[in-house]
């Protein structure tokens, strides 16, 4: 199970942090990552890690405002969010998955979903 928390409201332009924290098993493994659905839109690609932490990639949406990262022994995937728009308005899940060579930004290369937390940037 993957249990995301953090989420909130924010003003435009201010910082909020993400985690998820996995259970019943070890995700270490695991590449991680985080999908951000709004109101009315598509699920979009947020960020992904290796199993590793050795590589992560962002959405273009995010690119240079976003930082994911993980702790393995905590089992913990995080998610920094810096310079918010109000366009950062939307639920955010938490994702992972145990298969290799898959497109990061596919969310159907997950196999498991965290509950989601919502995320709400007034301006």
């Known amino acids: 199970q993957l249990q995301a928390c953090g989420g909130g409201l924010v003003q435009a332009g201010g910082s909020l942090g993400l985690s998820c924290a996995a259970s019943?098993?070890?995700?270490?493994?695991?590449?991680m990552g985080w999908f951000r659905q709004a109101p009315g839109k598509e699920r979009q690609f947020v960020a992904a890690?290796?199993?590793?932490?050795?590589?992560?990639h962002y959405g273009d949406s995010v690119k240079g405002r976003f930082t994911i990262s993980r702790d393995n022994a905590k089992n913990t995937v995080y998610l920094h969010m810096n310079s918010l728009k109000p366009e950062d308005t939307a639920v955010y899940y938490c994702v992972a998955t145990a298969r290799r060579g898959v497109q990061t930004g596919s969310s159907s290369s997950y196999d498991y979903w965290g509950q989601g937390t919502q995320v709400t940037v007034s301006s």
């Open positions: 890690i290796s199993w590793s932490g050795g590589s992560d």
């Open positions: 019943g098993r070890t995700f270490s493994g695991y590449a």
